[in-house]
């Protein structure tokens, strides 16, 4: 398995996302995903830069991790001409180091540009014909197409890499599963499991990388770790499927005000505990996953996540994989 670094823009400003990277790759996490919102899911989190600009930024200052959006949609908030043209720069300026996550989308972030909120079949269908437009133009020249929910009329990207860029896709049920396995490189999911890379596998994804993300919240103090995680990540436990559909900030404090600390703390790894988080890992390393991007709870607290990381948690992480 490889380990990632995840850059919240939820979070933390575009200057200090840049920075957290640069100390990511110097640390030595393999990978970095960056997650693609309009809102934070709580006012705590306090920031939502364009992630797009900040991975421009990322791949200059940078040389060797490799880059992933965790996800972007598609089909709502931008075109996927528009999307297909993003992913090709930051292709060229990473060097070939970027895979394109992809996602049905939230209401969160979605409905803002749009006005409304189509339901979850019309979703994946909107999905699958944006990853087939991308494809096209990742294959160069001038293209058309007359779907049921993109019209293309003679769109190019002129600025391609020499291979074309790899595509993820999240899932979360059978059905998005088995799409992913027609139609990505890569399978992307938030929670590890095992049904869902067997949807992937038997749809065509066998032998492809599966992409995992997984929460903690390091800190010296214990209580002070499950505090912050409380304020900013007491929604995670909704699951997407509830996620998906709240349409604000106001509406996961809502969902989630009922959430104590201990449940939060029953959930997330909360403190310095190596051990714990391993722990925590092993669920996923079960589940077939052979790369997961870590979340460290909380903006201000990077630097000194990244430096623990380096010295004692990347290290046992890396122990867990088996020799030869």
Not at 294 to 316: C, H, K, M, N, R
Request: glycine letters at 10%; aromatic letters at 8%.
């Amino acid at each position: 398995m490889d380990f990632g670094y995840t850059l919240m823009t939820e979070q933390s400003g575009p200057r200090d996302l840049v920075r957290d990277a640069v100390a990511a790759e110097t640390a030595g996490f393999d990978f970095a995903v960056i997650s693609d919102h309009l809102f934070p899911w709580l006012d705590e989190q306090g920031h939502s830069p364009n992630a797009w600009s900040v991975l421009g930024a990322v791949a200059h200052a940078t040389e060797r991790i490799e880059l992933m959006t965790y996800v972007t949609c598609p089909t709502m908030r931008y075109h996927p001409v528009i999307v297909a043209q993003q992913a090709a720069t930051i292709a060229l300026l990473s060097e070939g180091r970027f895979t394109l996550g992809l996602g049905a989308g939230e209401n969160l972030n979605e409905h803002a540009a749009i006005g409304a909120w189509p339901p979850v079949n019309i979703r994946h269908e909107m999905l699958d014909e944006a990853i087939e437009i991308i494809r096209d133009l990742f294959g160069g020249g001038y293209v058309d197409y007359f779907g049921k929910h993109f019209p293309v009329d003679s769109a190019r990207v002129w600025d391609l890499p020499d291979d074309p860029v790899r595509i993820g896709m999240a899932v979360s049920g059978p059905q998005s599963a088995a799409m992913a396995g027609k139609q990505a490189d890569v399978m992307i999911a938030v929670e590890p499991d095992a049904e869902l890379g067997d949807a992937f596998d038997e749809a065509g994804g066998s032998g492809k990388p599966r992409v995992g993300q997984m929460p903690i919240s390091f800190d010296r103090d214990r209580d002070a770790a499950i505090a912050r995680a409380h304020e900013q990540f007491r929604w995670f436990g909704g699951g997407w499927k509830v996620n998906a559909e709240l349409p604000g900030p106001a509406a996961f404090a809502a969902a989630s005000q009922y959430v104590r600390p201990d449940d939060v703390a029953d959930s997330i790894p909360c403190g310095d505990d190596v051990g714990a988080v391993v722990e925590a890992v092993q669920d996923w390393v079960d589940a077939g996953f052979t790369h997961l991007a870590l979340v460290q709870i909380g903006g201000d607290t990077q630097p000194d996540f990244v430096e623990w990381a380096e010295s004692d948690l990347l290290p046992a992480l890396r122990s867990m994989r088996p020799e030869g």
